[in-house]
């Protein structure tokens, strides 16, 4: 019913930046949240940011200040603007909505490499 599709990943050198996007298509209103997680090598995937229909976003404690989120409805796509990206960064970024309130749909995943 909801297919997300990100991009906008890449590699970058510390301090640099990125803009992900996400494309969401199908039962678009049946999308309550969207939201960006990443999982990096040996970690449990961790939320970075989400947003909801209402546009009220929220952030992990350690992307607070250095990355954004936002949406643009028109479109059914979602963004997450990167800046001063750190090593530590290094994630596979995936894309996600909860639809219907209760189901979660996630992207196929982008890459994102912040090495020097």
């Known amino acids: 019913q909801v297919q997300l599709v990100e991009s906008g990943g890449g590699r970058v050198q510390p301090g640099g930046s990125l803009r992900l996007s996400c494309a969401a298509s199908?039962?678009?209103?049946?999308?309550?949240?969207m939201g960006w997680y990443r999982q990096a090598p040996g970690k449990q995937r961790a939320l970075v940011a989400s947003?909801?229909?209402?546009?009220?976003?929220n952030y992990g404690e350690s992307v607070k200040g250095r990355f954004t989120m936002s949406s643009d409805n028109a479109k059914n796509t979602v963004y997450l603007q990167m800046n001063s990206l750190k090593p530590e960064d290094t994630a596979v970024y995936y894309c996600?909505?909860?639809?219907?309130?209760?189901?979660?749909?996630w992207g196929q995943g982008t890459q994102v490499t912040v090495s020097s």
């Open positions: 199908g039962s678009i209103s049946s999308i309550s949240t």
């Open positions: 996600n909505s909860r639809v219907l309130g209760v189901v979660d749909v």
């Open positions: 947003i909801t229909r209402g546009g009220k976003t």
